[in-house]
């Protein structure tokens, strides 16, 4: 599953805020376990450099659901890595969140 979402990066590793806690457009890649960010589509697809560097995050052992205590924007899900970093997602509607739901979960 691939496709475009905006991001907020809530916590760098438990118990330690993100510095940069903006919500920012990023395009997802879910491949062998892995979640990759890029800026865009044409990035992702050819040796485009990943999105501000950042490395694959492994989905071994992360949590994912929906965000129901995030009021500031509709259609946010939360992924929680085995690492202790969180993030927000957030979808254009609720079909496209179930749909990467269900795929990070089944990951
Ligand atoms: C952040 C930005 C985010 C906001 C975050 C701010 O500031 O306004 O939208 O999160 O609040 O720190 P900046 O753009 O200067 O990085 P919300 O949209 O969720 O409020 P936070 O630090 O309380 O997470």
Redesign the pocket.
């Known amino acids: 599953l691939e496709g475009g979402l905006c991001r907020?990066h809530?916590m760098e590793a438990q118990g330690k805020?993100a510095p940069?806690?903006?919500?920012q457009s990023v395009y997802c890649v879910l491949r062998g376990g892995s979640l990759s960010f890029y800026k865009d589509a044409k990035s992702a697809g050819g040796a485009g450099a990943p999105f501000h560097g950042e490395p694959p995050a492994s989905l071994r052992g992360a949590r994912c659901h929906p965000a129901t205590h995030?009021k500031?924007?509709k259609h946010v899900f939360k992924l929680g890595l085995s690492d202790g970093k969180e993030y927000?997602f957030q979808a254009k509607d609720e079909a496209e969140m179930s749909t990467w739901l269900r795929v990070i979960q089944a990951a």
């Open positions: 907020k809530e805020r940069n806690r903006s919500w995030y500031k924007r927000l």
